[in-house]
């Protein structure tokens, strides 16, 4: 089985930790980091799968889904976006939600972003117990490419489905243009689409 994370009680705002301190799970629940922990229908989930990714490795694969609007040095937002958060040392006013998948897991979903301009990076993780779920300076990364500026202004109540993403993880993301795609340190997917999400009466309750 391999080590995932459970949600901690409190994520300091601005840094994108999982910290040693969570427990050891078998799962790929999504948790918070930079704000409130709401799963409301009003806010934006983010769903898909990962067809490829360079290298092949046992390692976990982190997905995160980043809300930039308040990251206003940020004019990079399509068609190849930048890495919001290059460390968790050099993080912006972001929030969002992150999820581990496991060796061999490829589906991922993560539920009640903020709508807005969204971003979504991928982290490939050290191996072993080494993994900690964060992203340093120097760790493989691929940021999804926005080709279609369809992450640029996602409002409430919207699935982002993220059909087949293609993966090449590097240190530095190249741009997008450069080569066959994804280039270097970027993601690739094969559609993206957005549709109303569709919500249970639980979801409806206050």
């Given amino acids: ?6 949600k901690p009680s409190d994520l300091v705002a ?3 930790v999982l910290s040693a301190a969570l427990a050891p799970a078998c799962g790929g629940d999504d ?5 409130g922990d709401g799963n409301s229908p009003t806010k934006v989930t983010v769903t898909g799968n990962i067809r490829n990714q360079n290298p092949v490795t046992s390692r976990d694969v982190v997905v995160f889904a980043y809300n ?7 004019t990079d937002k399509c068609p190849c976006p930048t890495n919001p958060c290059p460390s968790s040392a050099v993080c912006p006013d972001v929030t969002g939600k992150t ?3 496991a060796d061999g897991a490829t589906d991922f979903t993560l539920s009640g972003i903020e709508p807005g301009a969204l971003r979504v990076v991928f982290l490939l993780d050290k191996a072993g117990s080494d993994a900690d779920g964060e992203i340093n300076a120097g760790d493989p990364v691929a940021v999804l490419d926005d080709t279609d500026c369809q992450l640029t202004d996602v409002g409430g109540k919207l699935t982002v489905t993220l059909k087949d993403v293609d993966i090449d993880f590097a240190a530095v993301p190249d741009d997008c243009s450069t080569g066959s795609p994804p280039a270097a340190g ?3 997917a094969d559609q993206i689409t957005k549709t109303t999400t569709t919500t249970t009466n639980a979801d409806s309750q206050p």
């Fill in 14 to 16: 601005l840094v994108i």
């Fill in 68 to 74: 930039v609007d308040n990251v206003t040095a940020d």
């Fill in 99 to 101: 999820t581990v998948l």
């Fill in 31 to 35: 948790f918070t980091f930079g704000g």
């Fill in 1 to 6: 089985m391999k080590t995932a994370y459970r």
């Fill in 186 to 188: 970027r993601a690739r």
